[in-house]
């Protein structure tokens, strides 16, 4: 059974800090790029950052560029979003998704991937 299993999301202050992780399992990460996507209330979902299959390629949105970093152990079937500086309006669901590797269309934004976590809530909130 396909899954990806999102955790380390919770209530945080601004300013702080929180790590996401995202576990594969029933498929074989190392072929797939995996997204960390986000849905804030009433908002449409955006993507935040893409990690390569091979880690030599990633992509992030503006709204996070040098205070988001995403991270992969394949060992570990193991995906990682480390947030810092987190603002009010980092406040979403975080999901995160794999889709199988084609370099051409790295970052995959407006494509389909291929599997889904459940999500994770961030809030961050004084």
């Known amino acids: 059974q396909v899954q990806l299993v999102e955790s380390g999301g919770g209530l945080v202050q601004p300013g702080g800090s929180l790590r996401l992780s995202c576990v594969a399992s029933?498929?074989?990460?190392?072929?797939?790029?995996i997204g960390w996507f986000r849905r804030a209330p009433g908002k449409d979902q955006t993507g935040v950052s893409v990690?390569?299959?091979?880690?030599?390629?990633?992509w992030y949105a503006d709204s996070v560029k040098g205070r988001f970093s995403i991270s992969r152990d394949n060992a570990k079937k193991s995906v990682y979003l480390e947030m810092s500086s987190l603002k009010h309006e980092d406040t979403a669901v975080y999901y995160c998704a794999a889709r199988q590797e084609d370099y051409s269309l790295f970052p995959y934004l407006g494509y389909a991937w291929d599997y889904w976590g459940q999500g994770t809530q961030v809030t961050v909130s004084s």
């Open positions: 990690i390569s299959s091979r880690r030599d390629t990633t």
């Open positions: 029933g498929f074989t990460l190392d072929d797939y790029a």
